[in-house]
T-cell receptor
Framework: DGGITQSPKYLFRKEGQNVTLSCEQN?????MYWYRQDPGQGLRLIYY???????QKGDIAEGYSVSREKKESFPLTVTSAQKNPTAFYLC????????????FGPGTRLTVL | QQQVKQSPQSLIVQKGGISIINCAYE??????FPWYQQFPGKGPALLIA?????SEKKEGRFTISFNKSAKQFSLHIMDSQPGDSATYFC???????????FGAGTRLFVKA
């Protein structure tokens, strides 16, 4: 079955630690995205990548970093510079040229202890 | 920054009733308007979408109505069921077309 997987489902982090969230897709999509979801605020774009080895900052990139070394993978690192990282993180992908039809993963809930 | 303004923030509907969620956008260059459905603890999933060359699109109990002159589009859920209880997001592309702008979401609760 084609789809997007995110791991882990739940992640706990101590203050000052960096953590990396995994996102893998086997849909053969060129574009991938990371969103942050907080209650009542909808989806906010962190980073996006249209092709391998290229990515752009979204609206709230501060304190986050990404890489796109493979088409299938788009990991997100939440660094210690992110002041309020507790949130639900969603990864998505789409066919290049069809950016509105995004397919989402199940999400990772990050909690800072 | 371009916005997509969604209302209401939350909605309670009796089983069998009609749920209506509205979105307003700013950029007339937008050419694709999807609605996403998200259940608690899950990622959103594309529910239905419309292009501005038509005024209405229906898929089962779900209908999108599009008003180009008012720059608004709405989701109507007919015969609402408890299983429809979820958060619904409208969306539109930004001017560059590489990103999607999402509305803030509407939490729908259908009472049995």
């Amino acid at each position: 079955d084609g789809g997007i997987t995110q791991s882990p489902k739940y992640l706990f982090r101590k203050e000052g630690q960096n953590v990396t969230l995994s996102c893998e897709q086997n849909l053969n999509h060129d574009a991938m995205y990371w969103y942050r979801q907080d209650p009542g605020q909808g989806l906010r774009l962190i980073y996006y990548s249209q092709i391998v080895n290229d990515f752009q900052k979204g609206d709230i990139a501060e304190g986050y970093s990404v890489s796109r070394e493979k088409k299938e993978s788009f990991p997100l690192t939440v660094t210690s510079a992110q002041k309020n990282p507790t949130a639900f993180y969603l990864c998505a992908s789409s066919i290049q040229g069809s950016y509105n039809e995004q397919f989402f993963g199940p999400g990772t809930r990050l909690t800072v202890l | 920054q371009q916005q997509v303004k969604q209302s209401p923030q939350s909605l309670i509907v009796q089983k069998g009733g009609i749920s209506i969620i509205n979105c307003a956008y700013e950029n007339t260059a937008f050419d694709y308007f999807p609605w996403y459905q998200q259940f608690p603890g899950k990622g959103p999933a594309l529910l239905i979408a419309i292009r501005p060359d038509v005024s209405e699109k229906k898929e089962g109990r779900f209908t999108i109505s599009f008003n180009k002159s008012a720059k608004q589009f709405s989701l109507h859920i007919m015969d609402s069921q408890p299983g429809d209880s979820a958060t619904y997001f409208c969306a539109a592309p930004n001017t560059g077309g590489f990103k999607t702008i999402f509305g803030a979401g509407t939490r729908l609760f259908v009472k049995a």
